[in-house]
Structure formats: structure tokens, C-alpha cells
């Protein structure tokens, strides 16, 4: 007998826990008691609960029953038409509630799943039976109901005998189950991305932080998990934030600024996908998501790594000079030494100090911040240049002959542009190793790529 299963893999190293703040929440503080004998008509498990409302109290029952009541109660637009590209085909659009019912019967909460697991459901002999599992991650009080959502219509899916692939090529490539083949197939990667992408464009109350975070998720999975890409409108662009901390928008080809709005404090943007991560220089604040166009906040953390970074010191939090989220590895650089995760199976930590005498400063994307790629370049506060990466799932930091004519506080490639961000606030092109100033009337403080959609 073959028992399946078939798991959902979440962006990976980027369990994203613990909540910051009350911010743009996705779910609702009490459910009432109609809502609850609905949901109970469904899944026996909650009938518990009917009777009387039922107010959040940080329960992992409270938290499924919050993600049914966002697939029950979010609003859509009633014209909801396709993109233009993959993202959205409708397919999936109609009474999320409905489909979600219609297809389990039962959840599941686990002690226990392989790293990176979100929720997966089993098939014996080619029947399932309905029962959807939720793994540990899943279910802090701070994980998006809005993700839950997305997750539980995935799982759904694979009711109807979608199963996963392991991804031969791209930022997953070798996980087993991380990819589907093609999104026209309608798979349960097709339903995750759907679902995002419909949140982003055609959701009419939902906040636009929880909105924007839904656009860069779909672009996240539609990028990642299929092993035939995906057709997406989109332009690349390089953003500026300003010493009077404005996001500007610079087209690489005719280098026009836009305005976009305002960064919360000064500080360092990580890029995880498409997401990007703020680490304000002010180490009192926590790292959290930031949004270009004034969106404002959500309460989840955008990765383990920030989890872990929000609970230290600030002398501790200024000994991170900066760090690499890639899709399969991970490195956290200190001043002196460099902590790697390199397998994306387990939690395994490797540090490897600097070389004595070298000061770590930040990481230079000369090639472009690639989630696909094991290395990146790592500067010295004396202009010298490493390379580090993982090789064979092992971290390593090494000299590098790349040489550039300054020092130079931030490097990315977007399209086939080099950009370079000195010390004093100055954008340089880069070609050739040769640095040429760029007119740009105001002072520069951190630069990052980022990525648009016609769509969304
Ligand atoms: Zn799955």
C-alpha cells in the first residue's frame, strides 16, 4: 500500500512567527455563535465551541477557526477578471469556504513536521480521508490567518489529486514536493498563488499592509514553485531610500526617480523574495516588513531570523552587520565571524569567524540578489573583498579577486545594470569594476531591488 503525502513547502527559511504589535490583523477578535454552528455543520471537532461567541485566547483551535472565518468573510470585488499573465485565472476565486468544506472534513494540529512543512494531507491507495494536518509553524498566534487561508485552499486542492514534484531546477531545486510543473495544470501551487494574487488585487476591506504582503507572497510561490516559470508582467527597479528616508523608485534604463513613500526609520533593507526586511540602524526598534508606499505594518515577523534578532540587546542587535535569506540557505554576518545555515532540511548552524583583522561591513549582490544562488560577496571595513556562500551545504568564506575602484556600502544588479551606494550617500553605475557617479540630487542611505506587476 502507497500512503501519499503531499506537504506544503513554505518559502523556505522563512517561518514566519511571533507577533510585534496589534498592526494590520487579519483575523477578527471574537467569532459569533452563528458563525460558529456553521463551521461546527462542517467539522464536528468545533461543535465545543457553539453556543456562545468565541473570543480570541492564543488557542490553535481559536487560530483555525479565525483562518475559516477569513476564507468565510473576506470581500472580494464582484468583477474579478484575469490577469494578464499567470497570476490569476479565477479558477479558484469563488466561495473559498465552500471549497475548503467540500473537500475536508477534518483538522488535524501536529507536534511534529519536517523543517519548512506547513500543513499537509495523506492518500492511501488514491483516497483520501479529508483530514487536513497542521504543523507547529502554522500555528503560532501570529501566523497570518490570511496564510492559513491561502494554505488550507492548497490542501484542498490536493483532495483532488494534485500531488507535488521535486523541483529539478530554480530556488527549490532537489526539494522533494516544493513544485509543481505548470500553473495551468491548477495544481495546489496554482491555489496558493491564486489566492494571494486575488487578496492583492480584488480584496475591497482588506488593509492595504495585508495586501501588499499577499502581492509579494504571490509573486514569491509564482516565481519559486513551479519548474515551468510562470509568464509574469513585471518591471525591475531599483529603490532609493533617501537621508530623509523617502523611498524613490530609479528605472535602471532611463534612471527616472519616483516618488513611493516613507521608510519608518533608517536603516538596512534584506531582501527575502520578494519581501523586504527593515533593520532600523536605531537598535532599539525591531526588525519587521516594510512597504514602499506607506501601507503601514502587519503584525507577523519576517523571518525566524528577525524573530530572533527582535529579542536581543541592542549592543547585541549592532553586532549583525547584515544578512542573506536565500531560498535554500541562509547567513547572518557579524562583525567577526559568519553564521550559515545551509541545509534547508535541517536546523543546522555553522560559524566560521573571519580572518583576524577583518571587520565584516555588508554583502554586495554584484550579480543581483538571486534566491537561487549559493554565494554573494561580503565587504570589509577596509574595501576587502570575500566571497562566501554554500558549497555542498556547507558555508564558506573566502578571499575574492573581485575588485572595485571604491568602497561601497550596497551593490545590485537589476536587468543588466550594476549599482553601486558609497558611504557618502553618493549612487554610482559599476561597469567593469569602473565606478561612474550618478546625478541623483538627494542623499542616498540604502538602496534595493524591487520588483512591480502590471497585475497587482
Ligand atoms: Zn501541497
Known amino acids: 500500500m502507497t500512503l501519499k503525502k ?13 507577533a510585534l504589535e496589534t498592526k494590520a490583523q487579519a483575523s477578527t477578535n471574537c467569532i ?70 467540500g473537500r475536508i472534513s477534518k483538522i488535524k494540529v501536529e507536534s511534529a513536521c519536517p523543517k519548512g512543512a506547513l500543513a499537509y494531507v495523506q492518500a492511501m491507495l488514491g483516497l483520501s480521508d479529508h483530514v487536513m494536518h497542521v504543523c507547529p509553524i502554522g500555528l503560532l498566534p501570529s501566523f497570518s490567518t490570511l496564510d492559513l487561508s491561502s494554505t488550507f485552499m492548497h490542501e484542498a486542492r490536493h483532495i483532488d489529486g494534485y500531488a507535488h514534484i521535486t523541483c529539478s531546477k530554480g530556488p527549490r531545486a532537489g526539494i522533494q514536493g516544493a513544485c509543481d510543473k505548470v500553473i495551468a495544470d491548477g495544481g495546489s501551487y496554482a491555489v496558493t498563488v491564486e489566492t494571494y ?37 513585471s518591471k525591475n527597479e531599483l529603490v532609493l531610500m533617501t537621508d530623509s528616508l523617502q523611498f524613490l523608485s530609479l528605472d535602471p534604463t532611463t534612471l527616472a526617480t519616483q516618488t513611493l513613500g516613507n521608510s519608518p526609520s533608517a536603516g538596512k533593507i534584506v531582501k527575502r ?11 532599539t526598534l525591531p526588525g519587521k516588513y516594510v512597504f514602499l508606499k506607506n501601507q503601514g505594518d502587519i503584525s507577523q515577523s519576517p523571518s525566524d531570523l528577525i524573530t530572533e534578532y527582535n529579542t536581543q540587546t541592542p549592543s547585541n542587535k549592532a553586532n549583525l552587520v547584515d544578512l542573506h535569506i536565500g531560498a535554500q540557505w541562509t547567513a547572518r554576518v557579524y562583525k567577526n565571524s559568519v553564521r550559515f545555515v545551509c541545509d534547508p532540511t535541517a536546523s543546522t548552524v ?24 549559493f554565494s554573494t560577496l561580503l565587504s ?12 555542498n551545504r556547507v558555508g ?32 554610482f553605475s559599476i561597469e567593469n569594476g569602473k565606478s561612474t557617479l550618478l546625478n541623483i540630487p538627494t542623499r542616498i542611505i540604502e538602496i534595493s531591488p524591487n520588483q512591480t506587476y502590471s497585475f497587482m
Not at 7 to 17: P, V, W
Not at 61 to 85: G, H
Not at 206 to 219: G, T, V
Open 6 to 18: 503531499f506537504i506544503l513547502i513554505i518559502t523556505l527559511m522563512t517561518t514566519a512567527l511571533l
Open 32 to 101: 459569533s455563535q452563528a458563525d460558529l454552528n456553521d463551521i461546527a455543520s462542517h467539522f464536528s471537532q468545533f461543535s465545543k465551541y457553539t453556543g456562545k461567541e468565541f473570543c480570541a485566547d492564543g488557542s490553535s483551535d481559536f487560530q483555525l477557526l479565525s483562518s475559516m472565518m477569513f476564507m468565510r468573510s473576506t470581500a472580494f470585488d464582484l468583477n474579478m477578471t484575469k490577469s494578464p499573465d499567470d497570476f490569476f485565472s479565477g479558477k479558484f476565486s469563488q466561495d473559498w469556504f465552500s471549497y475548503f468544506t
Open 197 to 233: 494574487a486575488q487578496l492583492a488585487k480584488y480584496a475591497t476591506a482588506l488593509h492595504p499592509a495585508l495586501k501588499a504582503y499577499a502581492r509579494a507572497s504571490a509573486a514569491v510561490y509564482g516565481q519559486e514553485a513551479f519548474e515551468t516559470p510562470i509568464s509574469i508582467q
Open 273 to 283: 523574495a520578494s519581501h523586504m526586511i527593515l533593520i532600523p540602524e536605531d537598535k
Open 350 to 373: 555553522k560559524d566560521i569567524s573571519l580572518p583576524a583583522g577583518m571587520t565584516a561591513t555588508n554583502l554586495l549582490y554584484v550579480n543581483g540578489y538571486d534566491r537561487a544562488s
Open 380 to 391: 570589509m571595513d577596509n574595501g576587502d573583498i570575500y566571497e562566501m556562500g554554500c558549497a
Open 396 to 427: 564558506y568564506v573566502q578571499v575574492s579577486n573581485v575588485k572595485f575602484d571604491q568602497k561601497y556600502k550596497r551593490i545590485y544588479k537589476v536587468n543588466d545594470k550594476t549599482f553601486g551606494l558609497n558611504f557618502n550617500g553618493e549612487l
